[in-house]
């Protein structure tokens, strides 16, 4: 499987999430310096008000401030009444989005649901750019396939990983710290890694970047994520530092590639500490990391 560090994906430091069904929101969204926009067909809209927000991002997606913006939106699930319209209506979109988030995937019979129903309305209206999709692990079923999940796919690009339902499939207590997720985060990360996929942390379930909300993006970072969700804008700024390389980062990961130029194989000495291939590649996804344009 190809490295990620050589995929041309888009950056996903921040990912903020956005209702279909405001208005004020979405106009507001189009303007903030998060890396993704996500907008939101599922958790955050109710049942009665699905049709009338799969319009409202229709007509928010047409808008021209979204031609140059990594755009996502997650539809509602599989086996739910909405899903197959949802698709069929981005499906039929010549531009945004880029990416579609699928919720809830169980296994890879979901993806596969999706990728044959975009397969044949992509093919009807001439769509020349495929959509890609991200797949949201969000159950004990999920988590438990994840590594079929993520091999699955052509189309697939990232795992995210969802805490709330998570919680709830798995019985656990609310709120809990972020190293107590360290089990869920490590099969994710993992299975995204095999397959060179993207990883991205859910949302950290509260709307202030706190101490607590910088303590779980730092968590996630530091574990090898690519970036994490947002749930309101003022968390953006601080995903954007967090997952962005420091300068420092980005000096010692050209230090090492040189380093590592001057031998021909095996392992050398860089400040007192051994570096070897393995450091190579670590440097060089750290680099193209700090190269893929922000908004």
């Given amino acids: 499987m190809t490295d990620l560090s050589a995929r041309t994906l888009p950056p996903r430091g921040s990912c903020l999430a956005v209702p279909a069904s405001s208005a004020r929101k979405l106009k507001k969204a189009a303007e903030l310096a998060a890396d993704e926009i996500v907008i939101d067909l599922e958790d955050a809209v109710v049942p009665a008000g ?3 927000a799969r319009e409202a991002a229709l007509a928010a997606l047409a808008a021209p401030q979204w031609e140059r ?20 209506m981005l499906a039929g979109l010549a531009g945004q989005p880029l990416s579609v988030v699928l919720p809830k995937v169980e296994s890879a019979g979901d993806l596969a649901f999706a990728e ?21 692990i969000e159950t004990a079923a999920g988590l438990g396939a994840v590594g079929e999940i993520a091999a699955s796919c052509e189309r697939l690009d990232a795992l995210i990983l969802g805490y709330a339902d998570l919680t709830a499939s798995l019985g656990r207590a609310p709120r809990l710290a972020p190293e107590r997720w360290i089990g869920a985060q ?10 060179g996929l993207q990883a991205i942390d859910g949302p950290f379930l509260g709307v202030e970047p706190d101490d607590s ?16 969700w947002a749930i309101h804008p003022s968390q953006v700024e601080a995903l954007n530092v967090c997952f962005a390389p420091s300068p420092a980062e980005v000096e010692r990961a050209r230090a ?11 392992a050398v000495a860089l400040d007192g500490e051994m570096i070897d291939e393995a450091s190579r590649l670590a440097a060089e996804r750290l680099l193209a990391r700090a190269a893929r344009p922000r908004r």
């Fill in 69 to 88: 913006r990594t755009v996502a939106v997650r539809v509602n699930g599989p086996r739910t009444p909405w899903c197959h319209r949802d698709l069929e």
């Fill in 50 to 52: 699905k049709e009338e």
């Fill in 116 to 136: 044959r129903l975009l397969d044949g309305v992509e093919a009807a209206a001439g769509r020349l750019s495929p959509l890609r999709l991200q797949a949201l």
């Fill in 186 to 195: 490590e099969s994710v990360l993992v299975a995204a890694r095999a397959n």
């Fill in 213 to 228: 909300f910088l303590a779980a993006a730092r968590h996630a970072a530091e574990l090898g994520f690519d970036g994490k």
């Fill in 256 to 266: 090492t590639i040189a380093a590592l130029e001057q031998v021909d194989h095996g």
